[in-house]
């Protein structure tokens, strides 16, 4: 029986903007929120935010829409400060590549942690501290996925 879900929850398998023909890894979802979603909250170490925000450049993101997606939670346009420039998030998704698994989240993830502190799954916590924005193994990814 078909489920239909309302939201994508967290680190379930991701199938929006995937070419399955091109690239046979399923990314685990991330911070799909929207307007009306439960999701934890807590602390995120400094650490963490600043190597998040380091695979939200626009060098690196992936499945890129013309028009930003204000916040779904605050309705707020966002923007950022990425290496000193103003980045407008909400039109684009990151890829995380872990040791065992790949992670995809949309840019605003940065958004949700620093103002809703939205709880990042620990695992994708832990990706994150070995993987690196722009090494051989995401640019793979990245390019697979343009
Ligand atoms: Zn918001």
């Given at each position: 029986m078909a489920k239909n879900k309302r939201y994508i929850e967290d680190l379930d398998q991701y199938e929006g903007?995937?070419?399955k023909e091109r690239f046979g890894m399923n990314p685990l979802a991330v911070a799909f929120l929207q307007r009306g979603q439960r999701f934890e909250t807590g602390v995120t170490t400094g650490k963490t935010l600043a190597k998040l925000l380091t695979f939200c450049d626009p060098r690196w993101v992936v499945c890129e829409i013309p028009q930003p997606r204000r916040c779904p939670l605050c309705n707020e346009r966002v923007v950022a400060e990425i290496g000193g420039a103003e980045v407008v998030l909400g039109s684009a998704e990151i890829r995380v590549v872990g040791e065992e698994e790949i992670y995809a989240a949309p840019d605003l993830v940065y958004h949700y942690v620093t103002a809703h502190n939205y709880?990042?799954?620990?695992?994708?916590v832990a990706a994150l501290k070995t993987a690196k924005a722009g090494n051989i193994e995401h640019r793979a990814v990245i390019n697979a996925l343009r």
């Open positions: 903007c995937y070419d709880l990042l799954p620990q695992e994708f």
